[in-house]
């Protein structure tokens, strides 16, 4: 590794002619990954590399291997050849090369550099010293409504995504395109810090409330579905003949409803909670695109009428006077009356019982601490209840065992769930579907009473809830 290369480290321009004696074949095939690709994206951050990660194709991999000077060793995701300051391998994680193109954006010079969000849950999967230091400064970066939106390079996929989620008249429309930035820029940073649909791995849920130790893994609080619950809350604003402006709004009040997560709830952290976080965020990110401050109003008033409040059963939104608002907090909780909802109370459940936020017993992340465990996935999670149903935490030898604070979890879910006795949606809200509620509730208490009395694992639970949102698609003709 060269100190002079260290002492003068690559951007965005310099890459390319860093890159130069690789060749235009392996550059126009490969992608720069790790603290390289950190710091062409964000180099405010000052990250300093020593050595330029490159991930390239098989074939690609094999024709350099052969030439003079390339050390081939074994890395943590496989083989490597090492020459000079190049550190190249095949994939990177459990990610391959073609993936990582797929994510990565490009620069003016045709240089690939993966995304953010996987250099993000590559760094975090990991969990070295520098790299929690990356990781925490990466949400530093992009959690800090003084430090502005990310470059619009940065989010082309996002852009795209929120584009197709709207009305067909919008996605083009000139007037709209500050907003679709906006929605974008929301939808970057909930996928970047808490999973991204395309990555398909969850990552940690850190905040004030949430400490790095605790291991939170984001099985419910992630980016995999906000796409969706976009485009669905466009349904829903159609029905009530919404505004243009009401619909780009709500799309941005969305995606940023949950960019700020692990700071506790209103109750936790009344000066600073996560929907109070997300609010400015949102809000000043609006500011910077050149948003209307009556607009960027409604959009914060919009996220923050999602603050669930305590023994209430519903949001502090519910019964706002601004239809946005409550349309907003009717899309956060729809899941409920939709074909998923059992499939999701399995994701919540997970991660609730590993969260502060929710309890301070975490009975399965304590158990998951104490083995050594940090999963990236519900499947993962499930897993380890199975292989582990009787384990308690240390500090709590004679409470719940890992299996039963899950069931449990999944019992008194099943009443959130239930439409008489549960949440209620916001007034005005017209996606609420109380038979399919109705029917998760029950199969949400089957399944916890199931899984008391050994009759199933976790797995198969997580099996039956998938096969139960298929049912209810059928049945009720609904994705």
Do not use: C
Request: proline share 5%; aromatic share 6%.
């Amino acid at each position: 590794m060269s100190s002079e290369f260290s002492s003068s480290p690559p951007n965005p321009e310099q890459l390319r002619q860093n890159l130069q004696p690789l060749g235009e074949g392996i550059i126009k095939d490969g992608v720069v990954v790790g603290s390289s690709a950190l710091n062409a994206a964000l180099p405010e951050l000052g990250r300093h590399p020593q050595d330029i990660d490159l991930t390239i194709s098989e074939d690609a991999y094999r024709h350099l291997r052969q030439q003079s000077g390339w050390e081939e060793v074994e890395g943590p995701s496989g083989p490597r050849i090492l020459k000079d300051q190049f550190d190249v391998g095949i994939g990177w994680g459990d990610a391959t090369a073609e993936e990582l193109k797929e994510r990565s954006w490009q620069t003016p010079e045709g240089v690939r550099i993966a995304g953010l969000a996987d250099v993000y849950t590559w760094k975090q999967s990991r969990g070295m010293e520098k790299d929690e230091r990356d990781t925490a400064a990466i949400r530093e970066r992009l959690q800090d409504p003084a430090q502005g939106p990310l470059p619009s390079h940065l989010t082309e996929h996002e852009r795209e995504a929120i584009r197709e989620a709207l009305p067909e008249h919008l996605r083009d429309s000139p007037d709209a395109q500050q907003m679709i930035e906006l929605a974008a820029n929301g939808l970057a940073i909930t996928s970047i810090l808490y999973g991204d649909r395309r990555i398909g791995k969850v990552n940690q849920i850190i905040g004030d409330i949430e400490k790095p130790n605790y291991n939170v893994a984001a099985t419910y609080h992630n980016g995999f579905d906000t796409v969706e619950d976009v485009a669905l809350l466009q349904q829903h604003l159609d029905n009530i003949g919404a505004s243009d402006e009401e619909h780009l709004l709500g799309a941005a009040g969305e995606t940023y409803s949950d960019a700020s997560y692990g700071n506790g709830r209103l109750a936790h952290n009344p000066k600073a909670h996560d929907e109070l976080r997300a609010g400015n965020l949102g809000a000043a990110h609006a500011e910077a695109f050149g948003i209307d401050p009556p607009k960027i109003q409604r959009l914060r008033n919009a996220i923050l009428g999602t603050t669930f409040t305590e023994g209430s059963g519903t949001q502090q939104g519910s019964n706002d006077p601004d239809r946005l608002v409550r349309s907003v907090a009717g899309i956060d909780l729809q899941i409920l009356s939709g074909s998923k909802a059992v499939i999701a109370a399995h994701d919540i459940d997970l991660e609730d019982n590993m969260s502060a936020r929710f309890s301070p017993n975490r009975t399965i992340g304590k158990v998951l601490a104490e083995h050594g465990v940090r999963i990236n996935t519900t499947e993962q999670g499930l897993a380890f209840i199975d292989a582990h149903p009787d384990a308690r935490p240390a500090d709590a030898p004679d409470g719940q065992t890992v299996l039963q604070a899950f069931a449990y979890r999944m019992i008194d879910n099943a009443d959130f769930h239930d439409p008489e006795i549960g949440y209620k949606s916001p007034i005005g809200w017209t996606l609420e579907r109380p038979e399919i509620r109705r029917e998760n509730a029950n199969k949400l208490r089957e399944l916890g009473y199931k899984l008391l009395a050994g009759e199933i694992l976790a797995q198969e639970s997580y099996a039956l809830a998938h096969q139960h949102a298929e049912e209810i698609r059928e049945r009720y003709k609904i994705n």
